[in-house]
């Protein structure tokens, strides 16, 4: 697909992060740019950098998720691009002793659910409603009318200790990619997903140095955290070539995670 002032897009999770670096992207590119987010105060900012809208979305609410593409679209017209950053991690073990009083824990279900719920069924909620709109547009070249590009993360793959919860949530979001490219063959809709390893963004930010530095040192080359710009560049490519559909691609300079 070819990017210009005509296209909308709609990014979750774009007032920071991953999310936040294709927000500036496709502003970049002539993009007309939504932001979907819970924070408003950093959403708003970012929105009005880029000259693009903000809307105060919860990817667990189908009423919340369907007043954010009403505004959206109201601003902008139907979009064309979703890309979907929003996202939790919790890192509980499934069961163990606590370290201090020797008590027998377990991961909360209640959690289990809500990381489910946001990362996975999210995103699933977002793209469903994007693509639903998509599906009333005329083709563009190749017969294109949209395209989604979704967020895991290579724990789908290579989750470590404690991240039980956010590994299900991320392989079931590479599991259902083709599945729903193959739902959209016959309508134009192209679907892909991102696996990010370890990224410099605000959660990581939150970590002492030394951890940061630590995290780096074992990514096999090159021997750094990942530049969200990174991410972007690679959803950018996603989203302009027509011929990626239905794939899930690492985005981790060879990383292989450790147990912990």
Not at 51 to 70: L, M, N, P, Y
Not at 176 to 183: E, F, S, V, W
Not at 199 to 212: R, S, W
């Amino acid at each position: 697909m070819k990017l210009s002032a005509d296209i909308a897009a709609v990014v979750t999770g774009g007032a920071s992060g991953l999310g936040e670096a294709v927000v500036r992207q496709l502003a970049a590119d002539g993009v007309k740019v939504a932001i979907f987010d819970m924070n408003a105060e950093r959403g708003q900012s970012v929105a009005a950098e880029v000259g693009g809208i903000f809307c105060a979305v919860d990817v667990q609410s189908d009423e919340s998720v369907a007043a954010g593409f009403e505004r959206a679209r109201a601003a902008h017209g139907q979009e064309r691009i979703l890309v979907n950053c929003a996202g939790i991690s919790r890192g509980i073990k499934t069961a163990g002793r606590d370290r201090k009083t020797g008590e027998i824990k377990m991961f909360p279900s209640a959690t289990f659910d809500q990381v489910i719920q946001i990362n996975l069924v999210g995103s699933f909620r977002c793209l469903a409603y994007s693509a639903a709109g998509m599906l009333s547009l005329d083709p563009l070249e190749h017969g294109e009318r949209g395209v989604i590009v979704n967020t895991a993360s290579v724990a789908a793959q290579d989750g470590q200790v404690g991240q039980s919860a956010y590994a299900a949530s991320k392989a079931g979001v590479v599991g259902m990619t083709l599945p729903i490219a193959r739902d959209f063959m016959g309508d134009g809709i192209r679907i892909n997903t991102i696996l990010p390893g370890l990224f410099a963004t605000p959660m990581m930010a939150g970590l002492p140095e030394p951890v940061q530095q630590s995290l780096a040192g074992t990514v096999p080359f090159p021997q750094r955290l990942g530049d969200p710009q990174e991410y972007a560049d690679t959803a950018r490519f996603l989203i302009t070539n027509s011929y990626m559909n239905g794939e899930s691609i690492r985005l981790d300079g060879a990383l292989r995670m450790a147990p912990r």
